[in-house]
């Protein structure tokens, strides 16, 4: 190729170098700006979890289920509880789960069959990683964050 | 739930095809075909291929848009050092692949070290003894003494101080609580600066003062000494001007380099010409004539990018810098321990300070000082130093990611 061909050819090029240059850039933006997006969602959905129940026996169709635990929670078999089950042995409203200065509280309601590791509970009760609840025949394995996502300061 | 990592392995193939069409079209720069010319940019797009996907697969939360944004900062620094200098790009690509084994060095020292302890009482002799050695036994180069010469190795140790210089940094603004348990930290900034100005390497004297007020004043919170310390440097900079005959010059040039075209202002001159030359879509790659500006290896390859690839990419340039620096920040953000926070707080701005201060130089916007672009300019000294720079900012993006991960797994999420 001789000079001037290289000429024509580098000045037509430079079309190409600014486009890719700009593609690059745009690119990089567009996906700094989903990776943030996404992490801010995720983190902040996480953070008003304070841990989770997960079914671990009863009906064999419900083992292995996860609920997220939030700062209010009901447990029961109607429609608008935030853990349901629909199970027969399970009341409308079973029971209250709701976090109180850093613990997790749960609070049968009346009539309703509740236990806490095989004993049957009436009043409130603290929780801990590791307990066994059981709402009607359902019996769930209990676990509670140690830590919350955020920075130390 | 899920937290997605996108790949961005778009970015990557965009680079890869602008670094294989830009070789492409140099290897016809001298007649016929020369396969030598394109087999070099096949070699440099392997190695970015191999550690980009390397270092994604070991270190699975690195942040992949700062590494590929300094790989692309180096493919573009090689092309232009190519086509003025096949034996300078042929160097660059040696310092390229160097800077990559300190920057993964710099990685997993990062990931494991908490702070450093004692260590840093060293770091800040090391620091002091390097400067003092090289302000003593320096060679002149371009009107700053800042070379050392060991044998047939030349570099220079004030781009290796930089990252003690902020690791100390990090280390005593977590560490100490009251300002007055500081004082070591103040002395050894003093003491760095003013070894610096002494020789007479006004753009690194910049750098750290600019870096030390900005991180201090992040870390503290303190406006008092951050004002008092904005006075000082002010004031040191006042009395440089009538001091030092080199920085009365650079000022001068400065303000108007065409009154001293024949002498010191024709570097700018020629800078100027260069980018004015090349005009908003640039001469095309191989059409200007990059090769008539002084030091256009170094300090001056913003001004030769400027002219063959035109504006556009000169601004793109830029904003690749921002979007590192914005990655930066958020890293930083993210970090749960106060000296990570604060070490890649300090790298970050360091890497954003030394980027405005030579471009800002090069299109006159500030008083021209010689300081290189990172990851672009010609140099192993500034190449290593700003890879382990990248380094820490990945090493505690891959701390963080863990945590995250450990955080998710616990709710039965994960990162993928």
């Not at chain 1, 079914?55 to 349901?84: C, L, M, W």
Request: hydrophobic share 50%; with cysteine; glycine share 10%.
């Amino acid at each position: 190729m001789d000079g001037a061909i290289y000429e024509v050819a580098a000045y037509a090029m430079r079309y190409w170098f600014i486009l890719v240059i700009v593609g690059i850039l745009v690119a990089s933006i567009y996906i700094s700006y989903k990776q943030y997006n996404e992490k801010k969602y995720v983190k902040g959905a996480m953070s008003k979890f304070f841990g989770y129940l997960e079914i671990v026996g009863g009906p064999e169709e419900f083992i292995g289920d996860r609920f997220g635990v939030r700062e209010q929670n009901t447990i029961g078999s109607s429609q608008h509880a935030d853990i349901i089950l629909p199970d027969k042995t399970v009341l409308a409203t079973h029971a209250l789960l709701y976090v109180e200065e850093g613990d997790m509280i749960l609070s049968p309601t009346s009539r309703s069959d509740t236990r806490i590791n095989s004993r049957r509970a009436i009043n409130q009760h603290k929780l801990k990683t590791g307990d066994i609840i059981s709402i009607g025949d359902v019996d769930f394995y209990v676990y509670i964050k140690r830590t919350r996502i955020g920075n130390d300061s | 739930m899920i937290l997605k990592r996108y790949g961005a392995g778009l970015i990557l193939t965009f680079m890869i095809l602008f670094l294989l069409t830009a070789m492409l079209l140099l290897s016809f720069q001298d007649g016929p075909f020369d396969g030598g010319v394109f087999l070099w940019g096949v070699i440099l797009a392997a190695v970015i291929v191999l550690q980009y996907n390397i270092l994604s697969a070991v270190f699975k939360h690195i942040d992949r848009i700062t590494l590929l944004i300094a790989d692309f900062l180096c493919i573009i620094g090689f092309v232009m050092l190519y086509r003025m200098n096949p034996e300078a790009g042929e160097r660059q690509f040696m310092w390229i692949v160097v800077g990559n084994i300190a920057m993964v060095a710099a990685l997993i020292i990062i990931k494991r070290v908490r702070d450093f302890g004692r260590a840093n009482w060293w770091f800040m002799l090391l620091g002091i003894l390097l400067l003092g050695i090289t302000l003593v036994l320096s060679t002149s180069q371009l009107g700053a003494n800042n070379w050392l010469k060991i044998g047939p190795f030349k570099f220079q140790p004030s781009e290796f101080v930089k990252v003690l210089f902020l690791i100390v940094t990090a280390y005593f603004l977590s560490t100490r609580q009251r300002k007055r348990d500081m004082w070591p930290y103040f002395l050894f900034t003093i003491a760095c600066v003013g070894i610096l100005v002494l020789s007479t390497d006004l753009g690194a004297a910049l750098l750290f003062a600019g870096t030390f007020l900005i991180v201090f004043y992040v870390g503290t919170g303190n406006l008092g000494i951050t004002l008092l310390s904005i006075g000082a440097f002010a004031g040191g900079a006042y009395a440089s001007y009538y001091l030092f005959d080199h920085v009365k010059t650079r000022v001068e040039i400065w303000q108007d380099p065409w009154a001293a075209y024949e002498g010191k202002g024709y570097q700018i001159v020629q800078g100027l010409l260069a980018i004015a030359s090349g005009g908003v879509l640039g001469t095309g790659l191989g059409n200007g004539m990059p090769t008539s500006i002084p030091v256009h290896e170094t300090d001056y390859i913003f001004a030769a990018i400027a002219e063959e690839f035109g504006l556009i990419v000169a601004v793109a340039l830029i904003a690749f810098y921002l979007v590192f620096i914005v990655r930066g920040i958020l890293i930083a953000m993210d970090a749960r321990a106060k000296f990570d926070k604060l070490l890649v707080f300090g790298s970050t701005c360091m890497l954003a300070l030394q980027s405005f201060i030579i471009i800002g130089g090069v299109i006159k916007l500030i008083p021209l000082t010689g300081i290189t672009m990172p990851f672009v300019s010609l140099g192993g000294s500034s190449m290593i130093s700003s890879m382990m720079l990248l380094g820490i900012i990945e090493g505690v993006a891959q701390k963080n990611g863990e945590l995250d991960e450990a955080e998710l797994a616990e709710m039965g999420g994960g990162i993928e």
